[in-house]
Structures are given as structure tokens and as C-alpha cells.
């Protein structure tokens, strides 16, 4: 189905989950996060970020530690508490809450009553008009407890972090955890209201085979899996020096991850999943599926979204707030995060100000990485026909006038396409993962 053109792949690229791309960010001027918050209006998304999590994994790459220290936790917990009152002040009257997701981390790594306490706290202090909930959950986590306070809160979207069902490949990679487990996590959520179900899938892991892969593809959906993100992991312990730990002989090389890909890809939409973007899958019920049907499929820092609001605000350290002219990114250091909520303060002084050509371009890249297709204007279109040219006479993107279509035998190389447009890697070194 797809042909493996290695000279195309080479150089490692942006997952593009924005535009221009964290690694792009530099200090914002003072005030700023201040003022794009009091100019929102309209639809407004929030992100809460919970960095804890009972155990770490090998490969993660998530702003997180381990929630062991009690302490630790309760004054982060204050902090973000601090944060809600601060960042709700900020919106003007005309802002309208309409999506609430919980990420980390793994938010069910602190308590469920906490959990309801930061619930609690939002509705107290966000106009919210019947927000759609989502969470990240760590299935070793789960307990029926937490399944109780999700269908207390009417979270109707959750996403678990399963990776790979291979016993071995778990082992290598730090995430031990039973295929009952599994299954009994994904019971305690459907009993709780939770009717879009996530699975994080990941292939290109130490020891993992096809056959491997095979296994948790079917597993996933023999448990139901409404959606399935399909990742490739990324092996960058240079950046995530945690990822040491695992062996970079046991990985598969690039022609086996290629094919990993393709399988993934053949086995999920042969099983009736339908093709989100080049890398999430989701059945024709649920509301991505149904985004990506009726064109209607974006893209922010959670990833492939049904989410129509261009401000998303980021809660907690680390956290990523986008606006139209704007992206800040939170203090990264718990420490610093909870002096500066603690005080009254935002911590968001470090990102980028979106000017026209960023926008522009962020646009493209957008429309080429969830419809598959855009339209250029002439001044891109001129820069860019020579970079283009390799994938046209492969067909792996067609070009019609000045309307740019990745194809099917295309969509492995969508990422590397769409890197094209981005006007910061021409003179970047910054590092990235592979496109496949």
C-alpha cells in the first residue's frame, strides 16, 4: 500500500500539535498572557495539567514526577487552585467554557476527592455552559473509586495510556500492566458515562515484532476502543534523558517502523475505524470520526481535535495556552509555578507571538495535516514548488492550481510535507522525532 522512500524521511520533524512549535518559543513581553486572556471572548476551551504520576515510564516525555511525596502534591494542588481564581478574573464576561480536559501526567495519580475539589473549583470561578469533560488516565491508577468520581463530573471523553499489550515490550519500556487491567478500567468508565474511549497505541518499541503489534491491535478493539491514537515512539534521550533506560539496540530500525505504520494502518481501517489525520483512528460514531467526515477536524496541544475554539487555555505548570496572535507556555519548574500562583501571578512568560505569515502558514500546515488538502497562496506557492517537487513526481501530493493534496500513498509522509511550510526549521537545529 505504501512505498517506503527513505531519502524522505531522513530528517526528523514537528509533530506540528502547533504553529510555530514549542521549540520555537522565546520570552514574551510582560503582560502579555494577561491581555490576550482579557481580549478572549466567545467559545474557550481549558486544560488543566496534573505532572504527577505513581510510576514513571521509560519512554515519557511529559512534564511529571513521581506523586509519592503527599506534600508535594497538596501544594501543587493549592497553586492550581491559586491559578483558577487568577486566569477566571482575567476573561471578560463574553468568554463561554465549552470544553474541560484533564491531562498530564496522569491526573489519576492524585486523589479522587481532589480531583472533585479542582471541579468544584471551576465551576465556581468559569462561566461554564455544559462543557464537554475529557481525561488522561493511567489504567494502573484506575480504581473504582476514580470511576465513581468521573460519572459524578459527566465526563463523557477519556484517553488511557495502554501502549502495547506485549508483556515484554511493557516490561522494557517501565509500563507493567495485565490485559485485566486493562479491561476492567475500560468497565469501570463505560459504567461511568464515558462513551468516546481512547487507547494510546504505540509501535517501534524495544522487542516489539509485528506480531506484537498484531496482538494489541486486536485486543484494543476487542475491548471497544472508540478511538485509537497510533504513535510512533520517539527515542530522543538526548531531550528526555529518562528514555536511557531503554536499550536503542532493541529498537526496531526505520524500515521496520515504516512497516509498523502501514500495518497499523491496514489492520484499523480494515476493522471499520476510519483514518483521522496520519496517526488517530476512531469509529464512524464518535465525534472525531464526525469532525473529520464533515471537515470540521483541527489540531492543537492535545493533538487530532473536535474542538471549534481558537483560545485554549493551559492550567498548571508547563501548560500551553494558544490564542489566535499568541502561545504561552507556563513555568515549567514546579517550584517557581507554585511561588508565582501562589502570589496572585502568571507564570506564562515564555512562548511566541503568532504574526500574519505565522498564521498563514500554521493554517497550511493545519489543513494539510487534518483534511489532507489546502489551498496555497501565490507567495508560499513560489517558495515552496521546488521543496514540493520530490513528493509530486512520487505521488505521494498532487497539485492542482494552487490547491495542494497529499494522497493516499502520501499520508506517511504528511508530517514531512507539511514541514515545508514552517518558515523556523530552515535555520533551526533543533532535533526531532522521525516522521514515521
Given at each position: ?143 473504582p473509586a476514580w470511576g465513581r468520581a468521573i460519572g ?187 511561588m508565582l500562583s501562589s502570589q496572585g501571578r502568571l ?88 516522521a514515521i
Amino acid at each position: 500500500m505504501w512505498t517506503y522512500h527513505p531519502e524522505l524521511l531522513a530528517r526528523a520533524v514537528p509533530r506540528y500539535t502547533s504553529y510555530p512549535t514549542a521549540a520555537d518559543f522565546g520570552p514574551l513581553d510582560s503582560g502579555a498572557i494577561e491581555r490576550a486572556m482579557g481580549e478572549a471572548s466567545g467559545d474557550v476551551s481549558l486544560y488543566l495539567h496534573i505532572p504527577f504520576c505513581e510510576m514513571i515510564c521509560y519512554y515519557c516525555g511529559c512534564n511529571t514526577g513521581v506523586a509519592g511525596k503527599r506534600a508535594r502534591v497538596e501544594s501543587y494542588l493549592a497553586a492550581l487552585h491559586q491559578e483558577i481564581a487568577t486566569v477566571a478574573s482575567l476573561l471578560p464576561a463574553s468568554a463561554r467554557v465549552r470544553r474541560i480536559a484533564f491531562g498530564g501526567g496522569s491526573p489519576n495519580a492524585i486523589l479522587p476527592a481532589e480531583f472533585l475539589a479542582l471541579v468544584d473549583a471551576l465551576h465556581a470561578h468559569f462561566p461554564l455552559y455544559a462543557p464537554t469533560w475529557s481525561i488522561e488516565l493511567d489504567p494502573r491508577s484506575m480504581n473504582p473509586a476514580w470511576g465513581r468520581a468521573i460519572g459524578e463530573v459527566g465526563m463523557t471523553r477519556a484517553s488511557m495510556g495502554v501502549q502495547t499489550f506485549a508483556s515484554h515490550c511493557q516490561k522494557a519500556i517501565g509500563r507493567e500492566q495485565s490485559p485485566l487491567l486493562i479491561s476492567r478500567s475500560v468497565e469501570w468508565l463505560r459504567a461511568a458515562g464515558v462513551t468516546s474511549l481512547n487507547f494510546d497505541l504505540m509501535y517501534g518499541l524495544p522487542h516489539q515484532s509485528t506480531a506484537d503489534l498484531a496482538d494489541s491491535l486486536e485486543n484494543t478493539r476487542l475491548m471497544g476502543a472508540d478511538r485509537i491514537a497510533l504513535f510512533g515512539y520517539a527515542h530522543v534521550p538526548h531531550m528526555v534523558p529518562r528514555q536511557k533506560m531503554i536499550p536503542e539496540e532493541a529498537l526496531p530500525g526505520a524500515i521496520e517502523r515504516f512497516a509498523m505504520a502501514e500495518q497499523g494502518f491496514a489492520a484499523l481501517t480494515g476493522n471499520g475505524y476510519r483514518s483521522i489525520g496520519f496517526d488517530h483512528f476512531a469509529l464512524p460514531h464518535d465525534p472525531m470520526a464526525e469532525a473529520a467526515r464533515t471537515r470540521r477536524l483541527k489540531r492543537n496541544f492535545q493533538g487530532f481535535t473536535d474542538d471549534p475554539s481558537d483560545v485554549l487555555i493551559g492550567l498548571g505548570s508547563s501548560a500551553i495556552s494558544s490564542f489566535p496572535g499568541l502561545i504561552a507556555q507556563n513555568e515549567k519548574n514546579n517550584g517557581r509555578y507554585r511561588m508565582l500562583s501562589s502570589q496572585g501571578r502568571l507564570s506564562a512568560v515564555h512562548g511566541i507571538v503568532r504574526h500574519g505569515d505565522d498564521q498563514l502558514r500554521g493554517a497550511v500546515i493545519e489543513q494539510l495535516l487534518c483534511q489532507g488538502h489546502t489551498a496555497i497562496a501565490p507567495c508560499l506557492l513560489g517558495e515552496l514548488r521546488a521543496a514540493l517537487a520530490p513528493f509530486l513526481t512520487r505521488d505521494l501530493a498532487r497539485l492542482s492550481g494552487h490547491e495542494l493534496a497529499i494522497t493516499a500513498e502520501g499520508l506517511p509522509y504528511a508530517r514531512v510535507i507539511a514541514s515545508l511550510f514552517d518558515a523556523y526549521r530552515a535555520g533551526s537545529h533543533q532535533r526531532f522525532s522521525s516522521a514515521i
